[in-house]
């Protein structure tokens, strides 16, 4: 299998230049290629979810949906399940299908806490399925714990507090 191994490199490879370049002709290079390897080596999970992720970078979400979802059952793990946890999250929130979304997100930020890319986007699936204060304290308590602002940083107690309370109104 070193053979794939170096192809599979070129086509990251690829893939990423095509990414940062914005450069459509290079990605689609990349995706003949993956797909190219994903028919010679058809439950390489690595391979999949590179593939998926082609898909993705072209604007392809419906075809990197499966991909995803095939890569997760074949047992990616590590930083390739972390990114493709993200990526079809990402992409069934841009599609519209919330429940999914949220879900996806939730298990990404369970086994990636660290993550905050899955966490923001965690909050935009449940803002966008109407979950608007679970929403605001993932978005409130990343910014809280991020920022450099002084200003921020000076009422941080009681905006850390808040981001967990929202609802709450004062008694006069």
């Not at 941080?156 to 309370?165: C, D, F, P, V």
Request: hydrophobic share 40%; proline share 2%.
């Amino acid at each position: 299998m070193m053979i794939s191994r170096d192809r599979l490199a070129e086509a990251i490879q690829l893939r990423e230049e095509g990414r940062a370049k914005q450069d459509q002709a290079i990605l689609e290079r990349a995706r003949t290629l993956l797909m190219e390897l994903l028919a010679a080596y058809p439950d390489d999970a690595e391979i999949t979810f590179q593939a998926g992720v082609a898909h993705d970078n072209l604007g392809l979400e419906q075809g990197a949906i499966p991909l995803y979802v095939r890569a997760i059952d074949l047992g990616l793990a590590g930083p390739d399940l972390e990114r493709c946890l993200l990526g079809l999250g990402s992409t069934y929130r841009g599609l519209g299908r919330y429940e999914e979304a949220v879900a996806t997100l939730r298990r990404g930020v369970r086994e990636f806490p660290q993550n905050r890319a899955l966490q923001t986007f965690l909050a935009m699936a449940l803002y966008n399925s109407g979950q608007y204060r679970e929403a605001m304290e993932i978005v409130l308590t990343n910014l809280l714990e991020t920022t450099n602002d002084e200003k921020l940083q000076y009422f941080s107690r009681g905006l850390t507090y808040y981001a967990h309370n929202l609802d709450e109104v004062w008694e006069s």
